[in-house]
């Protein structure tokens, strides 16, 4: 209900200098003014400061992204709306060099990136491998009334292999969908693998994000 209502306040507003995102906007460029304020009062070396310097262009971007925003309701030049979705990007960039949670987070992953892809990777043969074998049996079953094929070509084998393995059996589709016992043993060997590999690459995660938070803080 709320993600319907905000999709109808959003398209009656959308025309509109008085939207959501106006305000979001508005309130960004109040608030980074008032942080680049107060580090200029009570600090002698914001010029140094790599995060005064981010704060002060977000800001400019800000401000110009608003003003855009303005021109195009007058004008009508819907064209700027591309240009502002592209600054938007870039700002969203820049505010996520600026945290520190989350510049960890893109670290470890980038850290991890080959471990990450080798478990994609073999859990994908796997995938493979069991939806074909499903596939095998269940393309001969005949539809009835009550039970419907779960796969009709190899492609919907694999969606069906896929979903079930990196949703851990909770996805749209679950082991009882399938008609014979060769693959209802397969859903639940692709469930087993999926769960497993998840855990594998949220260990690693993790255990990446750990390891750089405690070389950062030995750091400093």
Not at 22 to 27: A, G, K, R
Not at 57 to 82: D, G, H, K, P, R
Not at 140 to 164: C, V
Not at 184 to 213: A, D, H, P, V, W
Request: with cysteine; glycine share 4%; charged share 15%.
């Amino acid at each position: 209900m709320i993600t319907i209502s905000m999709e109808i306040s959003n398209n009656h507003f959308l025309n509109s200098s008085w939207s959501l995102t106006y305000f979001i906007e508005l309130f960004s460029i109040i608030l980074l003014p008032s942080t680049i304020l107060y580090r200029v009062i009570y600090r002698k070396d914001f010029f140094r400061n790599k995060c005064f310097l981010l704060d002060l262009f977000s800001t400019i971007l800000s401000i110009f992204i608003i003003v855009s925003q303005n021109f195009m309701i007058i004008t009508n030049y819907y064209f700027i709306n591309s240009l502002i979705m592209l600054l938007k990007t870039f700002r969203l960039l820049l505010i996520i060099a600026h945290l520190r949670i989350l510049r960890l987070i893109i670290q470890t992953c980038i850290q991890r990136l080959q471990i990450i892809c080798i478990l994609v990777f073999i859990n994908i043969i796997i995938i493979g491998a069991f939806s074909e074998i499903a596939f095998a049996f269940e393309r001969r079953q005949q539809e009835d009334q009550t039970n419907k094929l779960t796969m009709k070509t190899h492609f919907d084998a694999f969606w069906w292999a896929t979903s079930l393995s990196f949703t851990i059996g909770f996805g749209h589709t679950n082991p009882h969908f399938t008609l014979t016992i060769i693959g209802r043993f397969c859903s639940y060997m692709l469930t087993f693998f999926g769960l497993l590999f998840n855990g594998l690459i949220l260990q690693e995660l993790i255990k990446g994000f750990l390891n750089i938070y405690r070389e950062e803080r030995r750091e400093r």
